[in-house]
């Protein structure tokens, strides 16, 4: 079936710091890509997609490109915030079929010092 | 985006007893409102694709007499979650896709409800 692996956290940083949250999938095909973050206290918000091998996904600083030879879709930002604290979540729709159903990796919690 | 609301965002109920929660698309129709259930330290997995004036669609392992969905507008749709228990107590969080959804279509998400049985 389909899956999504990513980082588990807490992750801590600095202000300023770079920051990666590695993510991997299993799907058959090519599915499509999302990072989703959570502020506290509000709901999923869409961050970035990707919707074929190659494409790179970017919002608000934050990047990160479609890997089909490794399977991933790891999240990147040169300089994080404070603001930025929040949950970040990978997911993917799988190729084919005509529901949209978003399958979840477990979340990554990042905490922003200043 | 688009605004999705979710209500109410705590509860806490008594063991036996049923909880409504509801979602709403604020500023757009939803025909499709999917409903998902966050363990803690887990991914949220999708419970069932509600699906507006018809029966909705539950993922394998998911009791349908236990999590009932109703998704009776464009606007609204609920889950009650029937003589709750404790291993009910998680978080549920619902989203909604325009009208004419595909996969690259975006889906709005609510704040999610925390709910607690005791």
Known sequence: ?????????????????????????????????????????????????????????SNKGFEATYRKETTSFHLEKGSVQVSDSAVYFCALIPSGGSNYKLTFGKGTLLTVNP | GAVVSQHPSRVICKSGTSVKIECRSLDFQATTMFWYRQFPKQSLMLMATSNEGSKATYEQGVEKDKFLINHASLTLSTLTVTSAHPEDSSFYICSASQAGYGRDTEAFFGQGTRLTVV
């Open chain 1, 1 to 57: 079936g389909n899956s999504v692996t990513q980082m588990e956290g807490p992750v801590t940083l600095s202000e300023e710091a770079f920051l990666t949250i590695n993510c991997t999938y299993t799907a058959t095909g090519y599915p499509s890509l999302f990072w989703y973050v959570q502020y506290p206290g509000e709901g999923l918000q869409l961050l970035l997609k990707a919707t074929k091998a190659d494409d790179k996904g």
